[in-house]
């Protein structure tokens, strides 16, 4: 339905943008640069969004599981960067 209703769609674009915003903003608090904090942000709520959907499909919390591990090496390796840089 957002794919065919523009005011539906424009509004679940600002609703994910402010959730990647608020989560780059915490990533930049421990110590990531903007720029990666904003990358590495995006990619942790395309992690775990696409673990909803498949957790969902598959009525089962395997999808959650390895997308929790999966945002952990993220993270852990967004903050080795950091601590190099």
Do not use: F, I, K, N
Request: proline share 2%.
């Amino acid at each position: 339905m957002a794919g065919t209703d523009e005011a539906l769609r424009t509004l679940c674009a600002e609703l994910y943008a402010g959730r990647q915003q608020v989560l780059a903003g915490r990533l930049e608090g421990e110590g990531l640069d903007p720029g990666r904090a904003g990358t590495a942000a995006g990619q942790v709520l395309a992690l775990l969004e696409g673990a909803v959907l498949l957790a969902s499909v598959r009525r089962g919390r395997e999808p959650l599981d390895h997308a929790r591990h999966a945002v952990r090496h993220l993270l852990g390796a967004a903050q080795d960067h950091a601590g190099t840089a």
